[in-house]
T-cell receptor
Framework: EDQVTQSPEALRLQEGESSSLNCSYT??????LFWYRQDPGKGPEFLFT???AGEEKEKERLKATLTKKESFLHITAPKPEDSATYLC??????????????FGKGTKLSVKP | DAGVIQSPRHEVTEMGQEVTLRCKPI?????LFWYRQTMMRGLELLIY????????DSGMPEDRFSAKMPNASFSTLKIQPSEPRDSAVYFC????????????FGSGTRLTVV
């Protein structure tokens, strides 16, 4: 069973059409939830870290939120340059120390002009 | 800051050959991670090091895979012998322990085994 599930797998939007990406997780102790952006042929690029339910972070047109079971990445008035794959990852608390990042399979976002 | 540097960017090799992937982490980062990315399985952790010491290699698929970190500025991932199912993009990432900014990834090595 996947510990991190992202939906939808792919999303096509028109420029300016706002939407949300979902990341649901099942870990026993959440140390942190991370959002990354990955462009074709490149490594994932860090966007946000969220630590507790109710926390929100914003960066330009992106806003990430966190509940006890899931996180949302809201994209407001997207532009074509927002097209990328967005990855969610969770970090477990293991034995009192930081665990590794466990990644979801990502949502591929395409924004058409 | 040059970021995490991986080499080569692309590698095409024949089945049965030895392949060595290289990584230079960001200076001052004391944790290093090797991930593999495929369409089917996404990003999977293979092994990680803290202060040059391997901590968890449970993700290494088989004995054909091995990783070393002889010093704080260099790591290798070796596959011997390589098989077509090893074809994937291999990423190296580094982190300063305790950082709130997650991992910094390299640009990856695209491995094709024919």
């Amino acid at each position: 069973e996947d510990q991190v599930t992202q939906s939808p797998e792919a999303l096509r939007l028109q420029e300016g059409e706002s939407s949300s990406l979902n990341c649901s997780y099942t870990v026993s102790g959440l140390r942190g939830l991370f959002w990354y952006r990955q462009d074709p042929g490149k490594g994932p690029e860090f966007l946000f870290t969220l630590y507790s339910a109710g926390e929100e972070k914003e960066k330009e047109r992106l806003k990430a939120t966190l509940t006890k079971k899931e996180s949302f990445l809201h994209i407001t008035a997207p532009k074509p340059e927002d097209s990328a794959t967005y990855l969610c990852a969770v970090q477990e608390v293991k034995g009192g120390s930081q665990g590794n990042l466990i990644f979801g399979k990502g949502t591929k976002l395409s924004v058409k002009p | 800051d040059a970021g995490v540097i991986q080499s080569p960017r692309h590698e095409v090799t024949e089945m049965g050959q030895e392949v060595t992937l290289r990584c230079k982490p960001i200076s001052g980062h004391n944790s290093l991670f090797w991930y593999r990315q495929t369409m089917m399985r996404g990003l999977e952790l293979l092994i990680y090091f803290n202060n040059n010491v391997p901590i968890d290699d449970s993700g290494m698929p088989e004995d054909r895979f091995s990783a070393k970190m002889p010093n704080a500025s260099f790591s290798t991932l070796k596959i011997q012998p390589s098989e077509p199912r090893d074809s994937a993009v291999y990423f190296c990432a580094s982190r300063r322990q305790g950082s709130n900014y997650g991992y910094t990834f390299g640009s990856g090595t695209r491995l094709t085994v024919v």
